[in-house]
């Protein structure tokens, strides 16, 4: 069974910082570009950042360029997601997904395999 799990989420004050991991079991991701989005309450889910296969790319949206950072642990079949300056704006549950391909993507339907989610809630 195929499982990607996030961690990491919690309450932080404005300005404060967090890391989100997302540990994938059952397949060998290392192929495969990882990307995470997020949804707000009333929102539609929004992609946030992604990563190709090696490493050697990545692509944000706009909102959290320069303040979050993906990287992946090949090895460890693992993606993070470093948050730093957070700001209310970026409460929301954050997903991280494994995509069919082997580049970054921007959108859902490019992603094939998904977590559950972890909040994250940033006061002001």
């Known amino acids: 069974q195929v499982q990607l799990v996030e961690s990491g989420g919690g309450l932080v004050q404005a300005g404060g910082s967090l890391r989100l991991s997302c540990a994938a079991s059952?397949?060998?991701?290392?192929?495969?570009?990882m990307g995470w989005f997020r949804q707000a309450p009333g929102k539609e889910r929004e992609f946030v950042a992604a990563?190709?296969?090696?490493?050697?790319?990545?692509y944000y949206t706009r909102p959290v360029r320069g303040r979050f950072t993906i990287s992946r642990d090949k090895a460890k079949n693992a993606v993070y997601l470093q948050m730093n300056n957070l700001k209310p704006e970026d409460t929301a549950v954050y997903y991280c997904?494994?995509?069919?391909?082997?580049?970054?993507?921007?959108?859902?339907?490019?992603?094939?395999?998904w977590g559950q989610g972890t909040q994250v809630t940033v006061s002001s």
């Open positions: 997904a494994a995509a069919y391909g082997v580049e970054w993507y921007s959108i859902p339907p490019e992603y094939g395999y």
């Open positions: 990563i190709n296969w090696s490493g050697d790319s990545t």
């Open positions: 059952g397949r060998n991701f290392s192929r495969n570009g």
